[in-house]
């Protein structure tokens, strides 16, 4: 018996293939022609499979549900060091028009800015205003308007 030369495959390309094997095509078979053992067997492992595709869909189906009706309370902000000076000025904007508004009482926040922590959106605004002052590179006071 000869063998398929594997660089035949996945060698350079050749358009010579005249040392190249066929194979046998599969002997198809029908389940009825199967001993009933067999048969059976087979109609288990069917039933298996289509079982665990029909939890598949409930669970994705449950999620899809579940995603719908999610609402979040949290604001997560990025890392302020991580913010480039468009983006802090944007998070300023958008945080101190929570603060004016009064929808920041309806969220919480956990956030940190050179090893110190806080949950009050205030100081929040306050370490974006320094983070943006140290992005000008300039010791002067902020100009920027306090919330």
């Given at each position: 018996?000869?063998?398929?030369?594997?660089?035949?495959?996945?060698?350079?390309?050749?358009?010579?293939?005249?040392?190249?094997?066929?194979?046998?095509?599969?002997?198809?078979?029908?389940?009825?022609?199967?001993?009933?053992?067999?048969?059976?067997?087979?109609?288990?492992?069917?039933?298996?499979?289509?079982?665990?595709?029909?939890?598949?869909?409930?669970?994705?189906?449950?999620?899809?549900?579940?995603?719908?009706?999610?609402?979040?309370?949290?604001?997560?902000?990025?890392?302020?060091?991580?913010?480039?000076?468009?983006?802090?000025?944007?998070?300023?904007?958008?945080?101190?028009?929570?603060?004016?508004?009064?929808?920041?009482?309806?969220?919480?926040?956990?956030?940190?800015y050179n090893g110190r922590i806080t949950t009050d959106f205030r100081q929040y605004v306050y370490?974006?205003?320094?983070?943006?002052?140290?992005?000008?590179?300039?010791?002067?006071?902020?100009?920027?308007?306090?919330?």
């Open positions: 018996m000869t063998t398929i030369n594997p660089r035949a495959i996945f060698g350079t390309h050749t358009t010579d293939f005249s040392k190249a094997v066929l194979l046998p095509k599969p002997q198809l078979t029908k389940i009825t022609d199967l001993p009933a053992e067999r048969q059976s067997q087979l109609k288990q492992s069917l039933a298996e499979v289509e079982n665990a595709f029909a939890a598949i869909r409930e669970t994705q189906k449950r999620t899809q549900e579940l995603e719908k009706g999610y609402e979040s309370n949290e604001f997560s902000p990025r890392s302020i060091t991580l913010l480039d000076r468009e983006e802090t000025l944007h998070q300023i904007g958008y945080v101190s028009e929570l603060i004016q508004s009064g929808q920041s009482e309806n969220y919480s926040l956990s956030t940190s370490w974006l205003q320094q983070h943006a002052k140290s992005l000008e590179g300039s010791d002067a006071p902020s100009t920027l308007a306090q919330v």
